[in-house]
């Protein structure tokens, strides 16, 4: 059987490249020798506030979306406590230049997290005052 080579490409615009990911999301704070065990424990306190930010939701897309950024980190903290790092592998560029290598859990925390964010200012919006 063929070895897959290091960087496979899906698109013009989109390779899958494997990357270990020591920082935070999207390799923020990635030389800055921030410590995985500050790191899990953070992670851990997110994950604590998301679960029960799940369990008070009394609205359904809110909490689906809450679950899947839970997911997400739950994930990272599997990876980067078994292997001091996050496993990234989607490597997104555009004529040369790279955005950090990033995996599914980066696109949950960061959209979702920006959906939760539109859906409470408009929620703010219809409340009457």
């Keep these: 059987m063929a070895r897959p080579s290091a960087q496979q490409t899906l698109a013009p615009y989109l390779d ?3 990357s270990h990911n020591r920082g935070v999301t999207f390799g923020l704070f990635n030389a800055a020798g921030t410590s995985s065990l500050l790191i899990i424990g953070l992670t851990g306190a997110i994950v ?6 799940i369990l008070r939701s009394r609205r359904l897309v809110p909490a689906l979306c809450l679950g899947l950024v839970l997911g997400g980190a739950i994930g990272n903290i599997v990876d980067r406590a078994r292997d001091g790092a996050v496993t990234d592998f989607l490597d997104f560029h555009i004529a040369g230049a790279h955005w950090p290598a990033f995996n599914m859990a980066d696109i949950g925390v960061v959209g979702l997290a920006g959906f939760l964010i539109s859906d409470l200012a ?3 919006r219809r409340k009457p005052a």
Aim: charged share 10%; no cysteine.
């Design 16 to 18: 899958l490249t494997l």
């Design 48 to 53: 604590a506030v998301l679960a029960v930010l």
């Design 122 to 124: 408009s929620a703010r």
